[in-house]
């Protein structure tokens, strides 16, 4: 038996269905109502997470895969696991993004930067070796700009629908994202056979 944690929604709609394709019985999860643990035929227990949390549960051993995010992945502490696979799905970018107006403009204050992943948005400025101050928000980050709580944003962009209903748009491009395969290290030792199964077929190589 294989134990995923997934992230819910559009993570786990994109890799059950990559599963599928290879063959893999996923009627069970397409088929489910409110249940957050499912066990297929193949031998896989699913479990459905938010995305921080798949780490959580990868981190002490619940499960021996996780599917999540590489912004998840940047933003957490937690490092001690094996990245195998980058599944090429959930592809999105991270990015500063403001209103057109900020590039030219000059600040006597350091700059206002909100976002819900601030070690991301830490990192980014201290590469630019900017002092800025970092706000969280815990999403609808654009609101930072409109209201005036920020100068700017550090947060995903995916077709930029967001960004462009608010007037804002890209400064500068951060990161790319998409989703990865992450195993705990344990596991990597002692299921070694399934979890390369699942590898191959994520592949296509099966
Ligand atoms: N437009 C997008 N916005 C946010 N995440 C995206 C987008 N496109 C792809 N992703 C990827 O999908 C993952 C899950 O996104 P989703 O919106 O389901 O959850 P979330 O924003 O991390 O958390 P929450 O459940 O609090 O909204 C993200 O971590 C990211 O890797
Ligand atoms: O470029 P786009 O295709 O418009 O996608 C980007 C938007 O999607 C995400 O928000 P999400 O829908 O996850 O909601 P949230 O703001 O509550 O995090 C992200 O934070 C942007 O707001």
Redesign the pocket.
């Known amino acids: 038996m294989i134990k995923i944690a997934i992230?819910?929604?559009?993570?786990e709609k994109q890799v059950c269905q990559l599963l599928a394709k290879q063959g893999f019985d996923m009627d069970p999860i397409f088929n489910k109502d409110r249940e957050l643990l499912i066990e297929t035929k193949d031998g896989i227990q699913m479990i459905f997470a938010?995305?921080n949390d798949v780490l959580t549960f990868l981190e002490h051993g619940i499960v021996d895969v996780g599917f999540?995010?590489?912004?998840?992945l940047m933003e957490s502490d937690y490092d001690d696991y094996y990245e195998m696979l980058d599944l090429e799905i959930?592809?999105?970018y991270f990015a500063l993004c403001a209103y057109p107006e900020y590039k030219e403009k000059h600040f006597e204050r350091r700059k206002k930067i909100a976002s819900k992943y601030t070690k991301v948005a830490k990192q980014y400025f201290a590469n630019q070796r900017e002092d800025v101050e970092i706000i969280k928000l815990?999403?609808s980050v654009e609101l930072g700009p409109v209201v005036g709580l920020s100068d700017a944003i550090v947060d995903?962009?995916?077709?930029g629908s967001t960004l462009k209903a608010n007037g804002l748009e890209v400064i500068d491009k951060v990161a790319d994202?998409?989703?990865r395969m992450v195993v705990n290290k344990v596991s990597y030792k002692y299921k070694r056979d399934e979890i390369f199964k699942l590898i191959n077929a994520l592949k296509g190589d099966e």
Do not use: A, L
């Open positions: 992230t819910k929604g559009r993570i938010k995305s999540v995010g590489s912004d998840t959930g592809k999105c815990e999403g995903i962009v995916e077709t994202v998409s989703t």
